[in-house]
């Protein structure tokens, strides 16, 4: 199985940027889709996005579309998430997970490994 580490997170203004990263271990992602979600205090954890396993397909919560961008380098065996022009209801625990299955899917039960979070706090 994969193991997931996630980094990047801090406190940033609102408009600011940052950019997460998920280190794996343990196998190549190349074997995975791999996504993100967050999970804001109070609220159940929802999807931001997910990138295939050749980065032919993405998907993207409309919530982040334009803002956010995902990437991989199944030779470094890690996915980023740049997050631009940050709102402080983007502030939540951000995890990184990966999926057995070749489709891109976007709900919590499909992806099969989990990070331990990274905290993203936008102030106003």
């Known amino acids: 199985q994969v193991q997931l580490v996630e980094s990047g997170g801090g406190l940033v203004q609102a408009g600011g940027s940052l950019r997460l990263s998920c280190a794996a271990s343990?196998?190549?992602?190349?074997?995975?889709?791999m996504g993100w979600f967050r999970q804001a205090p109070g609220k159940e954890r929802e999807f931001v996005t997910a990138?295939?396993?050749?980065?032919?397909?993405?998907r993207y919560a409309d919530s982040v579309k334009a803002r956010f961008t995902i990437s991989r380098d199944n030779a470094k065996n890690t996915v980023h998430l740049q997050m631009n022009s940050l709102k402080p209801e983007d502030t939540a625990v951000y995890y990184c997970?990966?999926?057995?299955?070749?489709?891109?899917?976007?709900?919590?039960?499909?992806?099969?490994?989990w990070g331990q979070g990274t905290q993203v706090t936008v102030s106003s």
């Open positions: 997970a990966a999926d057995r299955g070749l489709a891109v899917h976007t709900t919590t039960r499909e992806f099969d490994y």
């Open positions: 343990g196998r190549p992602i190349s074997d995975y889709t």
């Open positions: 990138i295939s396993w050749n980065a032919g397909w993405t």
